[in-house]
């Protein structure tokens, strides 16, 4: 394969490097092998340098420069470069051994699927000529809307119940906090009385009690992301059974509007509190 191939398949170098372009033009053909590979030959150094030799007639010698993170279910695989593999696999009438048939992948956006395959097509075509099968495939829709490798209304009725869950969650610590705000009014009657009668507004005292509900789901909104974010990271997924190509990215706009979500609770659960120490006159701090 290409250098690219790393790219595309989101491979993970865990020694050494992946592959380079330059890697063609070298007397001892350099290869990435997958950890699986590199645990049956013992994970050796391959700094030593760790060669290996085809047990074919051939006797072609390859230079093991890196080491790619396998997954539970991949076989012992190596990764040789395609120019480089063509040099050393070419006989005498001019065949490459080991080769029915060749795949370019191209990355195109979903909306242009269709596009993308009549301008490959045609182009491979003309650029190949007369004598190869050529076939362009992947992520095809159907008339029912269904995807070729499944369809969205799994992720969709996913996406729905986990969001079900998320406005239950939301809706009972949104109940807890209001009721924890109007116990904290009521436990400050006496410096929200005594505050009154030193002058402050109304306006005043409903804007520090309503802000002190805000700023404190704000905050609380953000350590919540941050904690999540540490919590991908570092989640042993290969332990639940759940294996990645590479952890996705936390995406902005969840963590944007989970800070919404909390900071918009917050001023909803501080509105009553806030009415309710407006309503508190001097009077009320000599009682309690």
């Known amino acids: 394969m290409d ?3 790393a790219t595309i398949y989101r491979l993970r170098v865990v020694e050494g490097r992946w592959l380079q372009t330059r890697d063609a033009d070298q007397r001892v053909t350099p290869i990435v092998i997958n950890t699986r590979m590199w645990e ?18 051939s006797g072609d010698r390859f230079r ?24 050393t696999q070419e006989n005498s009438s001019g065949n490459v051994i080991g080769f029915d ?14 596009q993308a395959h009549e301008d490959i097509q045609s182009a491979l075509t003309a650029i190949l000529g007369p004598g190869w099968d050529l076939t ?3 992520d095809e829709i159907w008339d029912d809307g269904d995807a070729m490798f499944g369809s969205d209304d799994n992720s969709a009725g996913t996406r729905n119940i986990v969001m079900a869950i998320g406005a239950v969650v939301i809706l009972l610590g949104a109940l807890g906090l209001l009721n924890v705000a109007i116990v904290t009014v ?26 002190e509900s805000v700023v404190a789901t704000f905050v609380a909104g953000v350590i919540g992301v941050m904690l999540a974010i540490v919590a991908i990271r570092v989640m042993p997924l290969e332990s639940m059974d759940i294996e990645l190509q590479d952890v996705p990215a936390f995406p902005v706009s969840a963590a944007l509007a989970g800070i919404a979500i909390s900071t918009g609770i917050g001023a909803l659960c501080g509105i ?3 009415l309710a120490a407006v309503r508190v006159r ?3 701090a000599i009682r309690y």
């Open 40 to 57: 049956y030959f013992g994970q050796p150094n391959i700094a030593d340098p760790m060669i290996i030799t085809a047990g074919n007639d």
């Open 282 to 284: 001097p009077i009320d």
């Open 186 to 211: 009521r436990q400050r009657i006496r410096e929200i009385g005594i505050r009154r009668a030193l002058g402050a507004s109304a306006k005043r005292i409903f804007f520090a009690v309503f802000m």
């Open 3 to 5: 250098p690219a191939y």
């Open 136 to 138: 362009v495939w992947g």
């Open 272 to 274: 009553i509190p806030a």
């Open 101 to 114: 048939g060749k795949e370019m992948l191209v990355w195109t956006d979903p909306e242009q699927t269709s």
């Open 64 to 87: 093991v420069v890196g080491v790619v993170q396998s997954h539970r279910y991949d076989m012992a695989t190596m990764y040789v470069p395609y120019d480089a593999w063509m040099l």
